[in-house]
């Protein structure tokens, strides 16, 4: 075929899209025709994801895509580690619970009691996040859905079983679980059952590339598509995605991938799984083609958007955009925070906004408080750049690795104040963009596996930059990053 048009669903913790992409020897073209707002909602006493509403929405995405012409192909990548219960008759057991409920809290002590956290380390290689899929089914455990469930299937993975009726999982996506071997890269089952978990749910794997399945014939009637439209395995961790759609022209490259959260790190052959990566708490999550995304998760853009919504509640400030403009007038390096600090990871509430999280944290390090909203705002960002800083040059010592650049992708490649201070933090040229990343790599790894001469990383980011229009940042000598590093007491 000369041109292939496929369907990128791309779901994060705050917005949904889905895109329609035209991939073709010169040509990359992804059009959004379906965008809806995401959000966890309480529920009781659980956090929790509408996963049926987000099935919905990713029908009508499909089925716009459908009206603009055929339909080679979908693909689905999402954020990671949460995931649904099917019983035996293959339904849903209960709503996903989202990774920021804080059921969490406590659990990975109560593990590591278990089996040492050296010893976890070694097999999965993976950053502690108290929301890992291992530490969300300890929690878990003896409630009614785990005890009756059969099968355990990430969100991207769920919503492609609704499309094809067809069960497994994603490796990239997998290997966030922390149930899943870093080198073997199966699950890591000897781990699971002595952590009493049930293996028996782990469906099998399957890699970026292969089909998952038809779309439903039913189904596919509905939403006006040929019955044969294939579902593919993309590298259906949104992260993983996102990196392939990194535009890097050569190896010596790092990236951060940021939209909710910003994921610092390089892209590796094997797994960095030493006594020193485990220390500096980095991850090896699984990417393409069997690379591993050596990288830290870092908050992210997630305080300050969660700062908007307390605002925006209570009338104050609402445009981000007008916000940033007076941000970058704002002094730098002025007051700067832990912006990995445990406490800023619940949605903001009306009984504990965000902003007031943060001012704590400035007034517990001693640092001048943010007398405004815009302050504040720099005060985030400042303490973003400081991060990526501090984990860029981690990243680098523990994998050996040397980088001329860093690229920005992602929703957060747009935010011109944050691309130029994390040129400034790292003392290395920024690229930023695509801002679609996710969603890029996810209709590039479909392509190929309809047949497009796309052999390797390499080929898709060559295609890529051929077709892309990117941002350059160049590092700005002249504000002491080091003395900034020093004020922030790391938790
Ligand atoms: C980014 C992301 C991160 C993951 C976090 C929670 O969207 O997928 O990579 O750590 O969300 O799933």
Redesign the pocket.
């Known amino acids: 075929r000369q041109e292939l048009r496929l369907a990128a669903v791309d779901l994060?913790?705050t917005s949904g899209r889905v895109m329609a992409a035209v991939v073709g020897r010169d040509r990359l073209e992804l059009t959004e025709v379906h965008r809806f707002p995401n959000a966890a909602v309480q529920v009781g006493d659980e956090l929790v994801w509408d996963v049926v509403g987000i099935h919905r929405e990713v029908l009508a995405g499909l089925r716009k895509v459908a009206a603009t012409g055929p339909v080679h192909g979908i693909g689905i990548d999402?954020?990671?580690?949460?995931y649904g219960l099917l019983d035996g008759d293959g339904r849903l057991l209960g709503n996903a619970v989202s990774?920021r409920d804080r059921r969490t809290a406590g659990i990975p002590a109560r593990v590591y009691a278990t089996v040492p956290a050296p010893e976890i380390y070694a097999v999965t290689g993976l950053q502690e996040?108290p929301?890992n899929t291992v530490f969300q089914l300890v929690a878990a455990t003896g409630s009614a859905a785990l005890e009756s469930a059969r099968t355990l299937l990430l969100l991207p993975d769920l919503l492609g079983y609704w499309l094809t009726g067809e069960v497994g999982a994603e490796r990239t996506n997998a290997s966030?679980t922390g149930l899943y071997d870093a080198s073997t890269r199966e699950w890591a089952v000897g781990l699971v059952e002595r952590l009493g978990l049930p293996s028996t749910i782990l469906p099998p794997l399957r890699s970026p590339g292969e089909i998952i399945g038809r779309v439903r014939p039913a189904l596919a009637a509905e939403l006006d598509l040929r019955e044969d439209v294939p579902v593919i395995a993309v590298a259906s961790?949104?992260?993983?995605s996102?990196v392939v759609g990194v535009p890097a022209g050569s190896d010596s490259f790092a990236y951060i991938?940021s939209?909710?959260?910003s994921?610092v790190g390089v892209e590796l052959d094997k797994p960095v799984l030493s006594e020193a990566a485990r220390r500096a708490d980095f991850?090896n999550?699984g990417g393409l083609d069997g690379t591993v995304r050596f990288?830290k998760?870092v908050t992210?853009l997630w305080v300050l958007s969660e700062c908007v919504r307390s605002w925006s509640a209570t009338g104050e400030y609402a445009d981000l955009p007008g916000l940033l403009d007076a941000a970058a007038g704002e002094p730098a390096l002025r007051t700067v925070v832990d912006i990995d600090d445990v406490r800023l990871l619940a949605p903001t509430t009306a009984d504990d906004p965000m902003p007031e999280r943060v001012l704590a944290l400035a007034e517990e390090a001693g640092e001048p408080t943010p007398a405004s909203a815009p302050a504040l705002v720099r005060c985030i960002l400042d303490s973003l750049a400081l991060a990526y800083r501090r984990h860029l040059r981690t990243a680098l010592e523990l994998s050996g690795r040397s980088v001329d650049v860093v690229h920005v992708v992602g929703g957060g490649s747009q935010n011109a104040l944050l691309c130029q201070l994390t040129a400034d933090a790292c003392g290395l040229p920024v690229i930023a963009g695509p801002s679609e990343a996710?969603a890029v790599g996810n209709a590039l790894v479909q392509a190929r596996a309809l047949g497009a001469d796309l052999p390797d990383l390499a080929a898709m980011r060559a295609l890529l930059r051929r077709t892309s229009d990117l941002g350059r940042f160049e590092p700005r000598p002249g504000l002491d990053w080091p003395a900034a590093e020093r004020r922030v007491p790391l938790t």
């Not at 999402?78 to 949460?82: E, G, H, K, P, Q």
């Not at 961790?237 to 993983?240: G, L, N, V």
Request: charged letters at 10%.
């Open positions: 994060g913790a999402s954020w990671a580690v949460d990774h996040l929301f966030t961790h949104d992260t993983a996102a991938s939209g909710t959260w994921l991850t999550e990288l998760n992210g996710a």
